[in-house]
């Protein structure tokens, strides 16, 4: 075992060591040798450290490098040196952190991992929660706790008897909805196509003068951080209507949420404290690895209700705090472990730092793009850039071209009917010379394939600047 180990130790560190070297979007031909680990399963066992070795040497290769400074493409985020030390030593533990009884480790690291984030996000005190694998399930287990709640309150117990014959509720999304938060409503038996939808603004907020009448039967859900823009809904309207109606309000901030740990972006989360529940993820913009979410519920009694296995379970109140009692799974690794590892390095000021030095690294691109005549779509408020090299064949042409060059990988999108290059800061190991890097290599290929929109002076660049 200590053999397999520290070979796997220096694997692992020769793999980070080499990446700024490597193309972030592999070659095809590493791509193209993954064919080799397949093929019918060998009879006979494999020594572990040639099979470690196979990983290593054929399927390292064909990594997207996500662990490195130049990686743009979705919401992903890396994995701070702690995040990823502790995450090693949770596997050798192996531990189940569903029941306290199994792992009073992980039981401890995620109770005391949830009650930080609590308050580094400036939620209400009472408000408690889970880890789940990431923003997705964070917001299916938040709208079960919305949906357990506001049946109760109706005299239906959604647990016991579903959803045939239920009183109805409704739920009003922006337009900007993300598909996660339709994907859990639809797991929920509430369907996507059931949603009102609110009309957004340029920058994908939802307009709080639009909301529709509101009841003590609706789900209203925000949304913190809209992965085009970067935008958050406008929480202090929304949440003044929806309190006065006794309606229910979800907080999907997978990314955006943590805008309320850096004191100079904490105004663009205002009311979202008035929520009812949150989802967010930690493998976004708190840089745990992969998968790791957390969700969080005003009282948290309406999400132990929600994700009770039994009426039993649920009314048995023992002193401990189970983990598997506030999230879907049952058995489960301890994510606790290394969330509790990535704040306790960082500490509050190494987060708001994080949040802030990603959020200049997003500026920094916009104005260098700006600068060299491309069309910004977005209001940069977070870490999130929005870019159009021209139409739509050119702007997919320069972005095909950005990610075969290999400096850096960015995705492509669409934004209110215009195709755009996406560009979202999310890794704590991003540094000012990843940027500059990337930048250059962007312009170097919007400018073989698309004419800036508008030839600036170099007045005019500064002034962007
Ligand atoms: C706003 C928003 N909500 C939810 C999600 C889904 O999160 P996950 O992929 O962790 O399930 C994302 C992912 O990018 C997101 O940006």
Redesign the pocket.
Known sequence: MDDLLRDTAHRATRYLEGLASRGVAPAPAAVARLEELGGPLPDGPTDPAAVVALLDEIAAPATIVNAGGRYFG??NGGSLPASLAANWLAGAWDQNAGPSVASPTGAALEEISVQWIRDVLGLPATAGGGLV???????FAGLAAARHALLRRQGWDVERDGMFGAPPLTVVVGNEV????LKALSLLGLGRERVVRVPTDAQGRLRADQLPPLSSTTIVCL?????NTGALDPAHAVCARAREAGSWVHV?????LWAAAAPGRRHLAAGLELADSW?T?C??WLNVP??C?VVLVRDPRDLEAAMSASAATYLAQGAERHPFRYTPEMSRRARGVEVWAALRSLGRAGLAELIERTCRHATRFAEGLRAAGYTVLNDVVLNQVLVSFGDAETTNRVIAAIQEDGTCWCSGTVWQGRAAMRISVSSWATTAEDVDASLAAMLRAARRIAAPAVRRQPEDARATG
Do not use: P
């Not at 993300?178 to 938060?181: T, Y």
């Not at 999907?252 to 955006?256: P, Q, T």
């Open positions: 979705f919401v694998t990431g923003g997705t399930m964070a917001n993300h598909v996660s938060v949304q913190a951080g809209n992965v999907d901030g997978a990314f955006g989802a993820d493998h976004k992969y998968d979410g």
